[in-house]
């Protein structure tokens, strides 16, 4: 039988049975349902044994979950040591950055996912297309290589336009906690007012920041772990400055000095910008009047030239 007809098959197949999945709501097990209501009470009646503990974990997972999970998270662990090159820390940490609420499990996972339906999708798209094995093989190895990295390349597009919009909004917050202080309030009322009134990347991770303050942790441990996990650099020097400060009561000239250099530092960002765009926008005018001129000046040459 024609190996295209086969792999046409087993892919109708797989839409088929994915298709029945999504319209047929699977039932949920009356375990996962009764769960959370009983819990609570055996906790305070004391009748929960940690192998009854570990039982209730997985509750609520089906057979294949628990037989082939381990193996596609060890898949995907050692993806990610290819793709990313970086330890779970570091994922975690760049995953915060992105403003992404996904564990480092779920990530790899997803990564996983791309990468396998990427290299079917190629596979079954030369083999459709009735090229040769060879054509198929770097069909599929190129798909699977954008699955691999397409996951890394979101999350560093992520990071980038939340680095962007932490550089617009650095300069208005420094201004407002330096006022603040300048009213006699406290670094803490200053970041809790600031808080409150507004909203933004900054604002979100001072919020973390008050709320962790206000829980009892050191102020100058908090903001060093902001520091060393906020995507922007401007702002690992607003919070630093503010870690500085915070029990001396603050200091507002220090925050307006560090908000005229961010300023002055997004001038020059937005001028950089500008070069590049007035540079792009004039290129494709180059493109199509430079051959017409250059027409027009080779159509006179004979008439120069031989006097015609």
Known sequence: MDPRVITVAFAAAIAAGCLARAVVRQPKPLATRVQPYVAGIRGRLGTIRPETAIGDA?????????????????????????????????AEVRLKQAGISMTVEQYRTRQLAYTAGALAAGAFTGLVLG????????????????????????????INKRRERMRTELYTVCQLIAIYLRTGDTP??????????????????????GAQVRSGRSATGVFEQLTATTPEPSAARLYRLLSSTWTAGGDADSLLALADDMRTSRREDLTRLMTKRQTAMAFPLVMVIGPILILFVAAAIPHIVFGR
């Open 58 to 90: 997985n509750v609520g997972r089906s057979g294949l979950t628990l037989v082939f999970g381990p193996l596609i998270k060890q898949l995907a662990n050692g993806l990610a040591q290819l793709v990313d090159a970086s330890a779970a820390a570091s």
């Open 131 to 158: 090229f040769g094995t060879g054509t198929v093989i770097v069909l599929a190895a190129a798909a699977g290589l954008w699955g691999a990295t397409r996951w890394r390349a979101r999350l560093e597009g992520l």
């Open 188 to 209: 803490a009322g200053a970041v809790d007012r600031l808080v409150r009134r507004a909203q933004g990347e900054v604002i979100t991770e001072l919020a973390e920041a």
